[in-house]
């Protein structure tokens, strides 16, 4: 059985190279897998889903189909997603013209 020390450094290393979250800076995953670090009753089960989550283990065991990523009734609708997400976090906001006629 692995250590308690083991799985908290494992988990403290997850935690350091975990990105910041800028639409929520007060609240960070960061900050709360370094607290369950230091819990005493630490599993390996959740470091490893930890490190699972970090190195994306089930989006490349299991990939989205391109049907799934590009439905056809709106074929953009996940790219768009990720462009608004980006530019929100840049602090880039749509003009209201583009938001009260929908266009992107």
Do not use: C
């Amino acid at each position: 059985m692995t250590s308690t020390t083991k799985l908290s450094s494992q988990l403290h290393r997850i935690a350091a190279q975990w990105p910041a979250d800028p639409f929520r800076p007060h609240i960070q995953l960061k900050s709360f897998m370094e607290a369950l670090a230091d819990h005493p009753r630490l599993t390996a089960d959740a470091v490893r889903a930890a490190d699972a989550i970090q190195s994306n283990a089930i989006q490349r065991r299991y990939p989205l189909s391109e049907k799934l990523l590009r439905p056809k009734a709106m074929p953009l609708h996940y790219a768009r997603l990720v462009e608004g997400h980006e530019k929100a976090a840049q602090g880039i906001g749509r003009p209201w013209w583009k938001i009260f006629f929908n266009v992107w």
